[in-house]
């Protein structure tokens, strides 16, 4: 679906054309549940088991049950803030309201195509259609938190562990130790890149809203083809308000809370060196990334730099050279 600007733009808005719907809720979550499930699993399962002292499996996940009921108050509030704020006043604000009595100075996109094309849909119905959009996104992203909320509750409970039996000088024991350590970082890294990319995606969407390309793939080849030909066209925006900026900056934050948690707690330890520096380093060229979109002419490429090597390390977040093997050799030198 389009629609013509008052400038005479022509732009894209229709519904499977938004970065932030399709991606987002098509493939990165998806694939941001079963990288907790499976990093969850594998620590209740296996990686706890093998480092407990005791390594009774029944009273191991007790331990681990009593971990996640202690932040029960924590799910609450989240799923109050996903509920309230992201979902129903956000929808009220963004959504509602403009399509009610119009205003608010947000830019058309597939949501309010009704206050500018109501032959295509009418008010009614886009009121609807939002609403169910707004609901169901806001339960996504509470289950999108709550993982996060369970990546935390494993570093924490991994470094506990750790710190209870340090006094262990068990060669085997160690190797297991960093295994599992690197197991669990390797996860959360995955996780991470993909909380980086849902918020490059909403933030990208709305950037491109804003903006004078005609739909968003021509937008940001047009972008990167201005750093070598000195054309700012793509660049020119128009002031519209633009609340996705902030709720993508929130992602972004809380995303990578969780992963220099774990960087401290888990890879300050020379034998993390090499791996937590590569993991690092390319979160950083994402963010960096996120934060520099429509920022200047050019900044696509910047940002799809950094998009395929965080592709590659969901596949490989070793970035093909270190090995759990190494743990042990590292240590057995040591």
């Known amino acids: 679906m389009t629609y013509g600007r008052a400038d005479g733009v022509v732009k894209q808005v229709g519904f499977l054309w938004a970065a932030n719907w399709t991606f987002v809720f098509m493939v990165f979550l998806p694939l941001f549940f079963a990288f907790v499930t499976e990093l969850v699993t594998f620590w209740k399962d296996e990686g706890r088991l093998k480092l407990t002292a ?132 390797q996860g959360i890294f995955r996780c991470t890149v993909l909380g980086v990319l849902i918020a490059i995606a909403m933030k990208v969407q709305s950037a491109y809203l804003t903006s004078s390309g005609k739909n968003i793939v021509a937008w940001l080849v047009g972008d990167m083809s201005s750093a070598f030909y000195g054309s700012n066209d793509v660049s020119d925006a128009i002031g519209y308000r633009t609340p996705t900026h902030y709720s993508s900056l929130l992602i972004v934050i809380s995303t990578c809370v969780v992963f220099v948690y774990g960087s401290i707690r888990l890879g300050i330890d020379r034998r993390f060196c090499m791996p937590m520096w590569r993991m690092s380093a390319v979160v950083t060229l994402l963010v960096a990334g996120y934060l520099l979109i429509d920022a200047f002419a050019g900044f696509s490429i910047l940002l799809t730099v950094g998009v395929l090597l965080a592709i590659y390390g969901l596949f490989d977040p070793g970035f093909g050279r270190w090995r759990a093997s190494e743990l042990g050799n590292n240590q057995s030198v040591s």
Not at 82 to 108: D, E, H, R
Not at 112 to 134: D, K
């Open 54 to 185: 005791q390594g009774d499996r029944v009273e191991s996940d007790e331990a681990w049950a009593r971990n996640v009921e202690s932040s029960s108050y924590s799910f609450w509030a989240v799923f109050l803030i996903c509920v309230l704020f992201a979902g129903l006043f956000q929808w009220i604000g963004v959504s509602l309201i403009p399509l009610m009595k119009g205003g608010g100075n947000y830019a058309t996109d597939w949501g309010s195509l009704a206050i500018v094309r109501p032959e295509v849909i009418s008010v009614p119905e886009a009121v609807v259609f939002t609403g169910l959009a707004y609901l169901y996104m806001c339960l996504c992203f509470y289950l999108f938190l709550v993982g996060l909320i369970l990546l935390y509750t494993v570093v924490h409970d991994l470094w506990r562990i750790g710190e209870s039996v340090s006094s262990r000088p068990e060669i085997d024991y160690q190797h297991e130790l960093n295994e599992v350590s690197l197991r669990v970082m």
